[in-house]
């Protein structure tokens, strides 16, 4: 292409495209030549402050879809490929594998949950690609056919990332204790939750391992919070925005630990998109907003809590023995049933890892799926 078809301004320049012509920041441009990233470490290698003055264009050209700059105070040419160029005038970022739209489900799920069997995840990247892409699409994937030993969840956890610790630990067991630290430690119903809102970072993908489950009873629960999130933004808008602009307390305390953070209860990504959930009501502490701006928010977080209990989102299904669910814990809102503590045995060991894990998982076994 000629330097005619290119529009050279003070702070950047419009470059011609297939989908027509686009305004690219020099500055922008200097930092994603090929030239600032290190080949072996993939690192950032070009530090744009070091720059004695602002950087300014003198000559571009495009050959073998590679867009090639001369700097006005610069020897060395950068080159940006057209593909980079292309993906940010079309969605504003580099294209990324992993950023796959979410499919908002509600009670009828439960057939379509993704299954895996356990040797699939651990021994083939088709395997890893498929429970990966659920997690991202659908936030909830059960792997199956589990090892029924100690090293069985962390065998298949390390086949997505490294167990993230949390107060509890590494792992936790879900099962009657004489002395509980956790609801979820007893026989009693569990309200429908998010699980550790008041550690600072919340666990990204939370695995359960069911070992055992002969109870009568202890049903579990699980819903989409996205879609919820989605209808209470279509059917309150008000109520949406107050749930997504304001941060409120959690707590998770007990003799040992005093873990304290404040979190967002709607979860929104840089474009407003509904991301996920953070929920629970036996770990919110005392609302510490304005109390003239709880006469607003209450009855939204309200609604929001009712909404979760009706019909048409949640899904109900038994544990197995042998089945592993895996989900998104800052999007899919769990609980479970009360059971007869007596009438048998009920043992789930947990764990997480994080969600940032769980794409670059995606990112690299779909390369080889």
């Not at 004695?52 to 610069?74: Q, R």
């Not at 969840?153 to 107060?167: E, R």
């Not at 977080?301 to 042998?322: H, N, P, V, W």
Request: aromatic residues 8%; charged residues 25%; hydrophobic residues 40%.
């Amino acid at each position: 292409m000629m330097n005619t078809q290119f529009e050279l301004q003070d702070n950047g320049v419009i470059v011609p495209l297939s989908n027509g012509p686009k305004y690219f920041n020099y500055y922008w441009l200097r930092d994603a030549s090929n030239t600032s990233i290190d080949p072996q470490t993939r690192e950032r290698i070009f530090d744009v402050s070091q720059l004695p003055t602002a950087p300014k264009a003198t000559d571009l050209s495009i050959k073998d879809d590679v867009l090639t700059i001369n700097w006005d105070a610069e020897d060395t040419p950068s080159e940006v490929p057209i593909s980079l160029l292309e993906s940010v005038a079309t969605t504003g970022r580099a294209e990324d594998v992993a950023a796959i739209p979410r499919k908002v489900w509600y009670n009828g799920h439960l057939p379509n949950i993704p299954r895996i069997p356990q040797a699939e995840v651990i021994n083939t990247a088709a395997g890893r690609a498929k429970l990966t892409r659920a997690l991202i699409e659908d936030g909830i994937a059960i792997v199956s056919d589990m090892e029924p030993t100690e090293e069985s969840l962390p065998n298949l956890v390390k086949a997505i990332g490294p167990v993230t610790p949390s107060g509890e630990g590494l792992f936790f067991n879900v099962r009657v204790e004489i002395e509980p630290t956790n609801l979820a430690f007893t026989a009693g119903p569990l309200e429908m939750h998010t699980d550790l809102p008041g550690e600072e970072a919340a666990p990204g993908v939370q695995f359960l391992h069911c070992l055992e489950n002969t109870v009568d009873g202890g049903l579990s629960l699980f819903l989409d919070g996205v879609a919820v999130a989605m209808a209470l933004k279509e059917e309150d808008p008000d109520a949406f925005e107050m749930l997504a602009a304001h941060k409120i307390p959690f707590f998770y305390r007990h003799d040992k630990i005093d873990y304290r953070s404040h979190q967002r209860v709607i979860e929104t990504d840089q474009d407003g998109n509904v991301t996920g959930v953070t929920i629970s009501q036996h770990l919110q502490d005392n609302m510490d907003l304005p109390q003239d701006l709880l006469d607003r928010y209450y009855p939204a977080f309200i609604k929001f809590i009712r909404m979760m209990q009706e019909d048409r989102f949640l899904l109900k299904f038994k544990s197995e023995a042998g089945n592993c669910v895996v989900f998104d814990n800052h999007r899919i809102v769990h609980g479970r049933e009360g059971y007869v503590a007596d009438s048998g045995s009920r043992h789930l060991r947990g764990c997480y890892t994080d969600r940032a894990a769980m794409r670059s998982t995606y990112r690299i076994a779909s390369k080889s799926a």
